[in-house]
């Protein structure tokens, strides 16, 4: 019975640890530039790895609205649902920071 609660405790964090290493269906775009795993190889585009949830979250938001007047950026979330970004924001954020020569 104990091991039965325990396992029924900790399935959900089991669950959500395995949906966050699925790579979103959708990051295609977002790689080109910031990298599979968000270390951009580009410079002067940011690496994305590791960024706080919320942070990216935000700009994402000023980018739509033009707070953030980069064009590319602007034309790159411009269409796509939110639903979508956010599961590519999330995947950016669970990953390992690195450095831009170590990838």
């Not at 990216?56 to 970004?85: F, H, K, P, W």
């Amino acid at each position: 019975m104990r091991l039965q609660l325990t396992l029924a405790l900790a399935a959900p964090a089991l669950l959500s640890a395995v949906h966050a290493a699925e790579r979103p269906p959708h990051l295609g775009l977002c790689s080109a530039c910031h990298g599979e795993r968000g270390v951009a190889t580009m410079p002067d585009v940011p690496h994305l790895a590791g960024q706080n949830l919320a942070y990216l979250r935000n700009a994402i938001g000023q980018y739509r609205s033009g707070q953030r007047d980069v064009a590319v950026m602007r034309a790159a979330v411009g269409s796509v649902q939110m639903a979508e970004i956010d599961e590519i924001l999330r995947w950016y954020a669970q990953q390992q920071p690195q450095d831009r020569a170590a990838q």
